[in-house]
């Protein structure tokens, strides 16, 4: 279980009880008209990051107002384990910022409850063209534009060398290594290694359930919003999780929630405590410079015969279907997915550009890590995966549930069988199936 997947919890809570509210506020007023702006106008932009991040952002913004003097863009931004909560309060306020970073299935969650902009409706100010066919339809819900990708991202095994090297436990072939393999170099590595480090940082997350059941012909969601495992797929991811944490190649249970909440730089692999590490290829920066260490990517476990990766837009910039200046939203939006100089300032922060042009634009200026991330993102691409289904409404819940209840497999309150059992009921609850 992650950080992220803890997370999911607040997030699902909050958004739960604040669209209903949405719905509520969207009944009583009449959506806002997008007037001809002759004159100045100001817009909101939220995301979530850490510092590095909103430097970077706030640089593109003056690249931004710079180009069109009449928008004013006001920054709003913060830690991720607060960014959805807020952000569903705003929502059900009817004070939504104009331009919204969304990550996950947050696009399908608050575009099918009219929170979110149909995007042909500002095709003239919004220039999507150059964006790759896929990443275009990440961002679509019911065949309707509603999110613009930011760039690409995939999971991978990020790996400390040092570690291995100082653990005397050779690198696997990434080609060819299972999942048991990966478990056993886990565990020589936490066995030859000081007290306190570990050949994992996590155990299994959210994400990886995915893809887990696609790597056995299977899905997390079907293309019309079903779930698309069955128990014995749960049950052995669950498993299997437990396995990590009782044979010491992952941290105990109790050190595993103890880490769920703390930053980048206080994780395992951000401290330099950990000889890999399940995660998401965009942080393969930030743990490289908070560990000092030149890491590196690995492709998943158990890839072969049947890949379970996928590419995944990072996040995606979205417009409220509340705003007043939606015109400002989408040239701000069209500004940082295709101008040269917002992609020389973000370049891989939000992931791999979903824009050829701009990944060219940036391919010289990348940090060493940067380059391994996109050479790591290029060889996914070339890989023939099965399809992506975005998740049905309520799907943001499931995460919650898949972190709540992978924590009670980890102290034992629940056996893994007794545990897929209750996500699958749970599950289907949450997306009404």
């Known amino acids: 279980m992650t950080r992220k997947s803890l997370r999911h919890i607040r997030k699902s809570i909050a958004f739960v009880a604040a669209v209903s509210m949405f719905g509520l506020t969207a009944a009583c007023s009449s959506p806002s008209s997008n007037q001809a702006e002759d004159g100045p106008v100001e817009i909101r932009f939220s995301w979530w990051g850490n510092a590095t991040r909103a430097e970077l952002t706030n640089k593109a913004i003056k690249e931004f107002e710079a180009a069109n003097p009449n928008i ?32 996950g299935a947050y696009p399908a969650e608050y575009a099918n409850r009219g929170a979110l902009l149909d995007l042909s409706e500002v095709d003239g100010s919004l220039d999507l063209s150059k964006m790759d066919q896929g990443a275009l339809e990440n961002g679509q819900v019911q065949g309707k534009q509603y999110g613009v990708s930011t760039g690409a991202n995939a999971l991978a095994i990020v790996v400390n060398p040092a570690v291995f090297q100082a653990a005397g436990v050779a690198l696997p072939d990434d080609s060819t290594w299972s999942w048991d393999d990966f478990a056993k170099t886990a565990e020589d590595i936490t066995a030859k290694s000081p007290k306190g480090t570990y050949g994992t940082a996590t155990v299994l997350t959210h994400d990886s359930l995915d893809a887990f059941a696609r790597q056995r012909g299977k899905s997390l969601y079907t293309q019309d919003g ?13 498993d299997f999780s437990l396995k990590l944490s009782e044979s010491g190649a992952a941290p105990s249970a109790s050190e595993t929630v103890e880490k769920l909440n703390v930053s980048t730089e206080q994780t395992l692999m951000g401290m330099g405590q950990a000889g890999m590490m399940l995660t998401w290829t965009n942080s393969l920066t930030a743990l490289s410079k908070a560990s000092g260490a030149e890491l590196k990517l690995l492709k998943l476990p158990g890839e072969t015969p049947t890949p379970g990766i996928w590419l995944q837009s990072s996040q995606f910039y979205t417009i409220s279907a509340r705003s007043k200046h939606t015109d400002a939203a989408a040239k701000l939006v069209s500004f940082l997915v295709n101008n040269e100089a917002a992609a020389k300032i973000i370049q891989s922060d939000r992931g791999v550009p979903s824009n050829s042009g701009m990944r060219t634009a940036i391919q010289d200026l990348l940090t060493p890590q940067g380059k391994v991330e996109a050479a790591y993102i290029d060889q996914i691409g070339k890989m023939d995966f099965a399809p992506t289904f975005i998740g049905p409404t309520g799907s943001t819940a499931v995460s919650e549930i898949t972190a709540r209840i992978n924590t009670e497999v980890l102290f034992k309150r629940l056996t893994p069988e007794k545990a897929a059992e209750q996500w699958l009921s749970e599950s289907k609850a949450a997306i009404g199936k």
């Open 72 to 103: 004013k863009v006001k920054p709003e931004y913060g830690d991720i384990g607060g960014y959805f909560d807020k952000l569903a309060t705003q929502v059900a306020a009817n004070d939504a910022p104009d331009v919204i970073t969304m990550g």
């Open 226 to 238: 079903q779930l698309g495992l069955d128990k014995e797929t749960v049950q052995d991811y669950f």
